[in-house]
């Protein structure tokens, strides 16, 4: 399809695409959306930002404008689950924009806001329920919610409420629901699990797998800082208050962490806005919103609170710890490059995370160029051993520098990198950043050999 006018949907649901602004459909909304208006089920892969919500969003609108009674008290016509109520508020946001000259409801039923408007808004039924597995479960377990009269359910996201421990929440909701029904599952990774639910959930799938014409993850700017642990956070400071940064995404490992560098970006009179669990729905909301808005330049996330955040403008992601899972690095950093922009990628690599370094490196098929540059004041540790090191005058002049990025593929000698990657910190012991880094960058450089051979 070239338009959204050869889908068939109704005029009212095109009209409120048009005022979005879309003029052609994404290539999952090209595979997606004639499959659910078949009435078939549908096994998505697909990552965020590849416009895969209006891709389930509009069909499901175009089949309940065809009902001509309202939703029943306390009913549902299709079921949206989501992972984080960041997601389901998104998702939400666009059904009434998609729908806007349309007559469809939707409730939001998400966990950390007080349940009497949502068992208000369900009491008088909504064509379109989006919530979170376990206020859901809430709200059918008190009958505020029935869900024998859904048609269709929708698990976007599968793979991370797989990892959120949703598993049994989803098979008890979807036992609920009527045998005669669509299921459609979403997911940005195919997993084992991922794979087995689909098995059992869905009835013979149109399977369809999108990777989008230009990847974002192309168009961002990705490099490494290698790092002491004690540095880190005023080389953040550092590097926020040298770049033009629009707007800038910081990722932390944990809550506290989170807070922690909030706490010294304000300090250093950077002004941030801290999201994670157990911040309140209210501050969560109020931290978004300044963000969208432009009054919030930093905000500082944790990655569960991170999900489902959609800001086109989003210059910047660092990571100031690294994640655990290499998938994870793919979610944080398509928070940049969005709408078609690009964007900016700086991970902070200390000595104990160089294994996290090379998982994602492995996952995304390439190695990330190092930064080499001077952080608040402190000289990274590369570019203090090239100056020192006699031996090495030709990486050494480059490296001095300061600003240059040294990418794994075109290091100049790379066989200098041996002699480093042995090199122990004579004061600890310890292996110094820049030796486990090179170590690295000597494996990546291997491995494009390879390729290239
Ligand atoms: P999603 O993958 O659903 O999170 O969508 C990512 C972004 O793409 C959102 O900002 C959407 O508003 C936007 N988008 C979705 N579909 C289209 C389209 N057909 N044309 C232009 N932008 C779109």
Known sequence: M?????????????RGVSAEGYTTPTPIQ???????????????????????????????????????????????????????????SQIAANIRAYGQFTKISVAEIVGGVKPGPQIRALNIGADIVVATPGRLEDHVRTGALKLDHVKAIVLDEADQMLDLGFAPAIRRIISKLPA???????????????????????????????????????RI??????????????????????????????????????????????????????????????????????????????????????????????????????????????????RTARAGKSGVALTLCTPPEHGLLKAIEKLIGTSIKI???????????????????????????????????VNARQTPNN???KTKAKRRDFRSGEETPSAGLDRILQKSYKRSSVRAA
């Open 2 to 14: 070239r338009n959204f006018t050869d889908f068939g949907l109704a005029d009212a649901i095109l």
């Open 30 to 88: 090209n595979e997606v959306i004639p499959a659910i208006l078949a009435r078939q089920d549908v096994l998505g892969i697909a990552q965020t930002g590849t416009g895969k919500t209006a891709a389930f969003v509009l069909p499901l609108l175009h089949d309940h404008i065809s009902e001509t009674a309202r939703p029943q008290a306390k009913h549902c016509r299709s079921l949206i689950l989501t992972p984080t109520r960041e997601l389901a």
């Open 180 to 218: 005669k029904r669509q299921t459609i599952l979403l997911s940005a990774t195919m997993p084992k699990q991922i794979h087995k639910l689909a098995t059992d959930l869905l009835t013979r799938p149109v399977e369809i797998s999108v990777t989008p014409e230009s990847r974002p993850i192309e």
């Open 221 to 334: 700017e990705q490099s490494v800082l290698a790092i002491e642990i004690a540095a880190k956070r005023d080389a953040l400071v550092s590097y926020l208050s040298e770049n033009k940064v629009e707007r800038a995404i910081v990722f932390t490992r944990t809550k506290r962490g989170a807070d922690k560098v909030k706490k010294y970006l304000d300090g250093a009179g950077l002004k941030s806005e801290a999201i994670h669990g157990n911040k309140s729905q209210g501050q969560r909301e109020r931290a978004l919103n300044g963000f969208r808005k432009g009054s919030t330049k930093i905000l500082v996330a944790t990655d569960i609170a991170a999900r489902g955040i959609d800001v086109d403008d989003v210059s910047h992601v660092i990571n100031f710890d690294l994640p655990q899972v290499a998938e994870v690095y793919v979610h944080r950093i398509g």
């Open 371 to 405: 930064e080499d540059r001077t952080v608040g004041g402190l000289l990274h540790a590369a570019a203090a051993h090239a100056a020192s090191d006699a031996a090495a005058p030709k990486a050494a002049k480059g490296r001095r520098g300061g600003h240059k990025h």
């Open 415 to 417: 066989k200098n990198n």
